[in-house]
C-alpha cells in the first residue's frame, strides 16, 4: 500500500496541527495503521496506532491526553490530532500500515515523513 501524509508545519508551542495519512492506490481496509517520529539524531518513536476499523487505539506515554489518532474508513484516510504541541513533538512524522500486526517502529509499509516544527 502506497501511503502519503501531509500536514505537517511550523506552530508554536501551545498549538495544533492536524496530520492526514491517505492511500494513493488501493485501500486502507483491514490494516493497523499508525504513526511514528523522528527527531533529528534520534530513534524512530512510536507516537499512536489505530486497529481495523478503529475500536481500539494506543498512545506512547508523551503524547497521550495531547495527540488523537483516528481513522476514516469511507474516504480511507487516518488522522493525528495534536494539541498542546511542545518543543519536543518536533520531528519527521510518518505515517505506517500493517495488515499483521499493530503498528510499530518496524511496520511494513511506511510513506513520506512531513515535517512537524514546534517552536518555543
Known amino acids: 500500500v502506497q501511503l502519503q501524509a501531509c500536514g505537517g508545519g511550523l506552530v508554536e508551542a501551545g498549538g495544533s496541527l492536524r496530520l492526514s495519512c491517505a492511500t494513493s492506490?488501493?485501500?486502507?481496509?483491514?490494516?493497523?495503521m499508525g504513526w511514528i517520529r523522528q527527531a533529528p539524531g534520534k530513534e524512530r518513536e512510536f507516537v499512536a496506532g489505530?486497529?481495523?476499523?478503529?475500536?481500539?487505539?494506543n498512545y506512547a506515554d508523551s503524547v497521550k491526553g495531547r495527540f488523537t489518532i483516528s481513522r476514516d474508513n469511507i474516504r480511507n484516510t487516518v488522522d493525528l490530532q495534536m494539541t498542546s504541541l511542545k518543543p519536543e513533538d518536533s520531528a519527521i512524522y510518518y505515517c505506517g500500515a500493517d495488515r499483521a500486526m499493530p503498528v510499530s517502529t518496524r511496520a511494513a509499509f511506511w510513506g513520506q515523513g512531513t515535517q512537524v516544527t514546534v517552536s518555543s
Open positions: 489505530i486497529s481495523w476499523p478503529g475500536r481500539n487505539q
Open positions: 492506490e488501493g485501500t486502507l481496509s483491514y490494516y493497523y
